[in-house]
């Protein structure tokens, strides 16, 4: 599509603003030779100066556009890259970077809740999209753009890169071949030390357009220090660590144990605790995955050892991770590989990775070659990640309080469950947190089947509509999500 038709199609979604035309200097071809792929990083946070880095030093790829709604990041990128004699076209509105024909690929790494507009955008505007993970912001945002995918053909890639980490590969090959068995069940972790976001008053950030940068998300002011990577834990703009980081250990850990769709059913047990801030979201949790072979658990804990360390705990050796469980042995590891041990508890084979070097040149691959079944993390994945953990949100925030016998109960004959809670109300405590005064969260069990929630086993009586609308989102007016 190009950009004429994309402006008429598009108009209503962006509520007119594409009518005013740039100079017709603005819109000439980019420079280069023939058959470079033409790539635009929309979000130059931490990954989106990640994202300049790799993609601008990948053979056959020109980085032609950068986007930031901060002009003052967008500044700080636009110098740097003049030291290296690059000068791309820089703007702080992404929908001048998709109004343009000579854009071939975009990489979206803003926050989470402009993850599936843009990408949809994008679609729209015949761009291949590399969208961060989580994929997007709610489940019915990664059914929409699934649909948008498909609908225009557009090659996209999720940021669960991982899946491109040749240690990993090589490691989900080797068990395929069942050397130790069926995979019986899988532990998550994800001990990351967080601080305190703060609290102040409400307050609207200047010198930006904030309106943009709140897009489908509420217009509401701030009540933390920071406006950037803070938004993690706020619910109209993140989705909390499950998403944030634990999806990157689940993926792999759903990757090698076979199960290729959502959790049958899910609930999460947890809580925001030790801090009083402007944050929303949990920073210690346990998630409870049924799949219809192999039970998961995700474990994410923001809090040190003990109040005044800086330290984490670890499980089996690791701090950020998955432990897969097999009949005759089991998997441990992520970042770098990971090692296999049998029962006993002895080393059998060591896979050394390289956290997934090749992803963004996976994606240039089948950018080229148009076939998707090329692409090492491919959306409906990436969206079957984002999912579960949103279904965890989901629980979590339909939870009531609940005594720690109450969550023992909860958790049942899940395997490993009893151990992974105890361990955790430890922590907890070892962190000057009374359970007994600040308890834990204690969610529903949420039923998810054929693309919709079903049932919420445990929650108050209007729990199932909380949670349908939690699923859908509520985007606000001009940023309607197409499809949804």
Not at 25 to 50: E, F, H, M, T, Y
Not at 230 to 251: E, P, R
Not at 305 to 329: C, K, P, S, V, W
């Amino acid at each position: 599509m190009h950009r004429r038709s994309f402006l008429k199609r598009a108009g209503v979604a962006f509520g007119g603003t594409l009518a005013a035309v740039l100079a017709p200097s603005v819109w000439s071809a980019v420079p280069g030779a023939n058959g470079d792929i033409r790539v635009a990083i929309i979000g130059l946070g931490n990954k989106g100066k990640q994202h300049i880095e790799v993609f601008s030093q990948l053979p056959g790829v020109r980085l032609v556009a950068i986007c930031d709604v901060d002009p003052k990041r967008l500044a700080e990128q636009v110098e740097k890259l003049k030291g290296r004699n690059l000068q791309p076209i820089a703007v702080t509105d992404a929908r001048r970077i998709l109004e343009r024909d000579d854009i071939d690929a975009v990489v979206v790494s803003a926050p989470n809740h402009w993850h599936a507009l843009f990408g949809i955008w994008a679609c729209q505007a015949g761009k291949d999209v590399y969208v961060e993970k989580p994929i997007s912001h709610t489940i019915a945002e990664g059914e929409a753009l699934l649909k948008a995918a498909k609908k225009h053909q557009r090659i996209m890639q999720s940021g669960t890169q991982y899946r491109s980490d040749v240690g990993l590969r090589a490691a989900a090959a080797w068990l395929g071949e069942g050397p130790i068995g069926r995979p019986k069940w899988g532990h998550v972790v994800w001990f990351e030390r967080r601080d305190t976001i703060g609290r102040v008053a409400p307050y609207t950030p200047r010198g930006l357009d904030y309106d943009l940068y709140c897009g489908p998300s509420a217009l509401a002011p701030l009540t933390r220090t920071n406006l950037h990577y803070d938004w993690h834990w706020v619910w109209s703009t993140g989705n909390g660590d499950l998403a944030n980081s634990g999806i990157h250990a689940f993926d792999v850990c759903r990757w090698f144990a076979g199960e290729p769709g959502f959790p049958r059913r899910t609930r999460t047990i947890g809580g925001r605790f030790a801090w009083d801030d402007a944050g929303q979201t949990p920073n210690t949790s346990l998630t409870l995955l049924e799949f219809p072979r192999v039970p998961m658990m995700i474990e994410i804990r923001n809090l040190p050892q003990q109040a005044g360390l800086r330290a984490m705990d670890t499980h089996l050796g690791i701090r950020e991770g998955i432990a897969l469980h097999f009949e005759g042995g089991r998997f441990v590891g992520l970042r770098g590989g990971g090692v296999i041990y049998d029962n006993d508890g002895k080393r059998v084979r060591d896979f050394a990775g390289d956290g997934g070097a090749g992803h963004a040149a996976n994606f240039i691959k089948a950018v080229r070659s148009r076939r998707a079944e090329e692409l090492q993390a491919p959306l409906a994945e990436g969206h079957a990640s984002s999912s579960a953990c949103e279904l965890g949100n989901i629980s979590w925030r339909l939870g009531r309080a609940a005594t720690v016998a109450e969550c023992r109960e909860a958790v049942g004959a899940h395997p490993g469950a009893a151990e992974a809670l105890a361990a955790l109300e430890k922590n907890v405590v070892a962190n000057d947190v009374s359970l007994e005064r600040q308890p834990f969260a204690l969610g529903p069990s949420i039923e998810y089947r054929d693309s919709r929630i079903q049932s919420v086993t445990g929650g108050k009586r209007d729990a199932l509509d909380r949670a349908r609308a939690l699923a859908r989102g509520a985007p606000r007016k001009p940023y309607e999500i197409p499809y949804l």
